[in-house]
Nanobody
Framework: QVQLVESGGGLVQAGGSLRLSCAASGRTFTSYHMGWFRQAPGKEREFVASITWNGADTNYVDSVKGRFTISRDNAKNTVYLQMNVLKPEDTAVYLC????????????WGQGTQVTVSS
């Protein structure tokens, strides 16, 4: 079992920045690739970014490339999402998730943190 707790959400004006954190506890953090997803009201959950267990590879949805950066600190069992130049369309609940190395399914999910970007 892995427990994930997100923090860092809030209300920000368009063009501003936020840094989300996701603290993991339970099993060995380096056994998992990590991802960030988001879900806006009335919309399906959307992949935002992912990072491999050792941080060597990252992936982003096209809409956030160049604005968001995913990173992880394995010594702190934490994954981050630095969000810059935020837009109103980035408004959503942001969730972090973990998938075991060798698996393509995210098995563990946090409860989410709200990000609201005002225009």
């Amino acid at each position: 079992q892995v427990q994930l707790v997100e923090s860092g959400g809030g209300l920000v004006q368009a063009g501003g920045s936020l840094r989300l954190s996701c603290a993991a506890s339970g099993r060995t953090f380096t056994s998992y690739h990590m991802g960030w997803f988001r879900q806006a009201p009335g919309k399906e959950r959307e992949f935002v970014a992912s990072i491999t267990w050792n941080g060597a590879d990252t992936n982003y949805v096209d809409s956030v490339k160049g604005r968001f950066t995913i990173s992880r600190d394995n010594a702190k069992n934490t994954v981050y999402l630095q969000m810059n130049v935020l837009k109103p369309e980035d408004t959503a609940v942001y969730l972090c998730a973990a998938r075991s190395v060798g698996s393509n399914k995210y098995t563990y999910w946090g409860q989410g943190t709200q990000v609201t970007v005002s225009s």
